[in-house]
């Protein structure tokens, strides 16, 4: 099969070539997928499990990408749940080979079923912001009808996910983001928006829930706007100041079959909107993903048109 791999961490995203690997094989409780479309998330290029396993061990050249549709087109031993030719989305492990592949092994229970009138490259582009979405908006920010939610990055793959569930879920939605972003963060149901190069932050206020999906100056920021009883939600590793009289959660995202569930139906009847930037063939994918200019929302790579 074709395959993008990684040899080299300083390269990052420079390094991607694309080689002839073999097939995977599926182990107990596993499923290859045949892989329609994967998505790729940047920052992949800094995580320690792209590069070693769980031991520490290198284990170059690797696969990344790790949210994946397709179709199941084989069983490990054991396997339960789903069916070869069966349509499937969902968030493969970060320490295995992953999706920017034909083929792709994974645990069966980090699928989900993609319903037929999803299509594939919908479905590569939900797990990872969906699910980092769903859990740090009701899982770790505790989000309560009323409340009010600060959004990093509302106009990015991940920040456009959490304002379309804030306010479904009754929220009053602040974006934040660059000048360019405004009327995308906006589109996506942000009341109202903070251009993080020209606003002040602060003149927010008090909110109930912090989003940052930034971390840095602007995380660090974060924490004075957070209202007593309130959090601060990261994805960007442990917040450097925490809130005053508040909660500080930093999280990494987890696959959830029902959650996975929650969030295609909601594609399918129209309450959210997927944030998808480029999409390319895997012939084109390392162009793809070395970017010659800034690309907002979620690039994904059609293994088969």
Not at 13 to 32: C, F, K, Q, S, Y
Not at 254 to 283: C, F, K, M, P, Y
Request: aromatic letters at 6%.
């Amino acid at each position: 099969m074709r395959a993008i791999v990684v040899t080299d961490q300083a390269a990052g995203t420079a390094g991607m070539r694309l080689v002839g690997r073999p097939e995977p094989v599926p182990a107990i409780n596993d499923v290859v997928v045949e892989v329609r479309a994967s998505g790729f998330v940047p920052t992949e290029m800094s995580w320690p499990s792209t590069w070693t396993d769980r031991l520490g061990r290198d284990r170059t050249p690797s696969v990344p990408g790790h949210e994946v549709a397709g179709v199941v087109s084989a069983l490990g031993y054991g396997t339960t749940g789903l069916s070869v030719g069966q349509r499937v989305f969902g968030l493969t492990d970060w320490h295995r080979d992953g999706t920017l592949a034909e083929f792709v092994a994974v645990e069966a229970r980090n699928l989900a079923p993609l319903p037929g009138d999803v299509d594939f490259t919908v479905g590569a582009s939900l797990p990872i912001s969906g699910l980092t979405a769903w859990q740090g908006l009701f899982v770790h920010g505790r989000l309560k009808a009323g409340q009010s939610v600060l959004v990093h990055g509302a106009a990015g793959a991940v920040g456009a996910m959490v304002t379309q569930l804030a306010r479904e879920f009754g929220a009053y939605v602040i974006g934040t983001g660059r000048a360019a972003d405004r009327e995308r963060a906006l589109d996506f149901g942000a009341q109202e928006f903070v251009d993080l190069g020209a606003d002040v932050l602060e003149d927010v206020g008090g909110v109930d829930v912090v989003f940052d999906v930034i971390g840095g100056d602007v995380g660090k920021r974060s924490a004075g706007v957070v209202r007593p009883g309130g959090i601060l939600v990261s994805v960007v590793g442990p917040p450097e100041v925490r809130p005053a009289d508040g909660l500080a959660v930093d999280f990494v995202v987890e696959s959830d079959r029902g959650q996975l569930g929650e969030i295609v139906q909601r594609v399918r009847d129209g309450r959210l909107r997927t944030n998808i930037g480029t999409v390319a063939s895997l012939d084109d994918a390392v162009a793809a993903l070395n970017p010659t200019e800034r690309i907002t929302g979620k690039t994904i790579i059609r293994a088969r048109t």
